[in-house]
């Protein structure tokens, strides 16, 4: 089971305004939230990952490291952000993550040399962890 911690609102009308902001949101505050995700939306390179349904029975996520014995995945990355998309059986994005790959470097390393620690990908030919979702959900409320 994922426990979603936050939700992302999207104000799909444009700029928030004070005639036109439907929640008890300080529009300073959330136009500064705004120039924030734009920022990294536009600015900063993310890395898009996704998992098919299968998360939904297992509740983790695959960080690959390695692939034909080079670094690929998180250990190759230059993205200053990872975007986790969880997908459902019908192919639909029902929620994403964005983290600092920084910080999903050091939740990853823990699983290193663990049972978590697996091959996978095409003709298992990489090497990634398996990460509890769950715990990326939580890394942004980590110091």
């Not at 939306?41 to 890395?47: A, I, P, S």
């Not at 029902?94 to 091959?119: F, G, P, S």
Request: charge should be negative; glycine fraction near 8%.
């Amino acid at each position: 089971m994922v426990v979603t911690i936050g939700i992302v609102v999207v104000n799909v009308g444009g700029h928030m305004t004070k005639a036109n902001k439907k929640f008890d949101i300080d529009l300073e505050k959330g136009q500064a939230m705004e120039q924030t995700f734009k920022k990294y939306m536009e600015g900063d390179l993310v890395e898009v990952k996704s998992e098919r349904h299968i998360w939904e029975l297992t509740g983790n996520h695959f960080v690959e490291y390695e692939s034909y014995g080079k670094p690929s995945g998180i250990a190759a990355t230059e993205s200053k952000w990872w975007a986790l998309m969880l997908i459902d059986e019908d192919e639909v994005p029902v929620c994403t993550y964005v983290v600092r790959v920084k910080q999903l470097k050091e939740l990853a390393r823990k699983y290193i040399n663990t049972d978590r620690d697996v091959v996978g990908g095409d003709d298992n030919k990489s090497r990634g962890v398996i990460v509890p979702i769950k715990e990326i959900a939580l890394l942004p409320f980590k110091g």
